[in-house]
């Protein structure tokens, strides 16, 4: 199991996304994530950005996780 936690930022980033998209798929349930605190916000395993661009696409993706390992 990956214990690596990425943050909005981080999702952000690599999506290609503005980092309140990520806020908004958090707070919507779309994306899951762990709310820490109001000041330290979301931390998201790569497992749910996969989960969450299968569900997108429909297809299998699996590259996300393996691309913040090897970050």
Do not use: C
Request: net charge positive; hydrophobic share 35%.
């Amino acid at each position: 199991m990956n214990n690596e936690f990425l943050t909005p930022q981080d999702v952000a980033d690599r999506l290609g996304v503005h980092r309140d998209t990520v806020y908004e798929w958090l707070r919507s349930g779309k994306l899951q994530g762990v709310a820490l605190s109001r000041r330290s916000g979301y931390r998201i395993q790569p497992r749910d950005v996969d989960a969450f661009l299968r569900e997108r696409t429909g297809r299998p993706v699996r590259a996300f996780e393996r691309a913040a390992k090897a970050a």
